[in-house]
């Protein structure tokens, strides 16, 4: 196993309307209500954040090169998606 490089930026901004869009592509949007307080689905998610930006629940932890999305700050889901990955290995052909 090794640890991959990543780029990290922290922001205390509620996320856009897409990146709100790609987060539920992320986790599903049965998980809308988790990250936008009051929110039954995406499209409610982003009425209601668009309405009022206090409504967003954060943390959410993005990894927006491979599409997911750790929501809260369960530490060990968030180590499992930026931590360590398998290390590539060359394949052999028997």
């Known amino acids: 196993m090794q640890r ?20 539920l592509e992320y986790v599903g949007a049965r998980k809308a ?5 009051g ?3 995406e ?3 982003i009425r209601k954040l668009s309405e009022d930006k206090g409504r967003f629940k954060a943390p959410v932890v ?4 491979n599409g ?3 929501i ?10 930026i931590g360590m990955r398998p290390k590539e290995t060359d394949s052999v052909d028997i």
């Open 4 to 23: 991959t490089e990543f780029e990290l930026d922290i922001t205390e901004d509620a996320p856009t309307s897409d990146q709100l869009r790609s987060i």
């Open 33 to 37: 209500k988790d990250i936008v307080d």
């Open 39 to 41: 929110a039954r689905d």
């Open 43 to 45: 499209a409610d998610a």
């Open 62 to 65: 993005v990894d927006w090169n």
């Open 68 to 70: 997911k999305a750790v």
């Open 72 to 81: 809260g700050d369960n530490e060990s889901e968030i180590m499992k998606m």
